[in-house]
């Protein structure tokens, strides 16, 4: 998030800044000065996560807020309950600007690679859950897979860039890809 703002800024772009659990939890609005950046910086670090993430309802709230052109940039783990996240990134679109969703997990997220009995302690709001890891770890993977292929499909018919990451991922190894795959489609 902070590289990508670095960049657009770098290019006088106007920079926002918006982050939230399942209510927005800080809100910059875009500025183009350079100094922006620390305000942005100071933000990111100061976040705590935490509580139930409401991707739908908080961007719901903020298209009110949007202008028309412009760009919105989500980057989410995308593992919440919510059931309407695409209805959302649908109905966000429509309102006329541009969407690029960063879908970013932790490989343990991907694999669930744990064994032994354990007890799993939610983030958000749910309880303790104690299981073995080895029977789910199939469905669970199976279910992670179709989440990131249905968004890798979908988006693209809604004009909206998709891109999933992995956290060891070097940043300017996404970056340069994501960077060189807008150019090739001539979007910067």
Do not use: W
């Amino acid at each position: 998030v902070a590289a990508m703002g670095y960049l657009l800024l770098k290019q006088f772009d106007a920079v926002g800044l918006t982050l939230f659990n399942d209510e927005v939890v800080s809100h910059l609005p875009p500025r183009s000065k350079p100094s922006h950046f620390q305000n942005i910086l100071h933000d990111l670090q100061d976040m705590e996560f935490k509580g139930i993430t409401r991707v739908g309802e908080v961007v719901e709230n903020l298209i009110e807020r949007l202008p028309g052109r412009g760009m919105l940039i989500l980057v989410s783990d995308l593992l919440t309950r919510e059931d309407d996240v695409f209805k959302t990134l649908k109905m966000l679109k429509s309102r006329g600007p541009e969407v690029i969703l960063f879908h970013v997990l932790h490989p343990d997220e991907v694999t669930l690679p744990f064994e032994g009995d354990l007890v799993f302690e939610s983030l958000e709001d749910d309880p303790p859950l104690g299981l073995d890891p080895f029977d789910v770890r199939q469905q669970y993977q199976k279910a992670i897979q179709e989440q990131i292929e249905f968004y890798k499909k979908n988006c693209p018919t809604l004009g909206i860039d998709y891109l999933f990451l992995e956290t060891t991922t070097p940043l300017e190894q996404v970056l340069r890809y994501y960077l060189l795959r807008r150019k090739s489609l001539r979007k910067i």
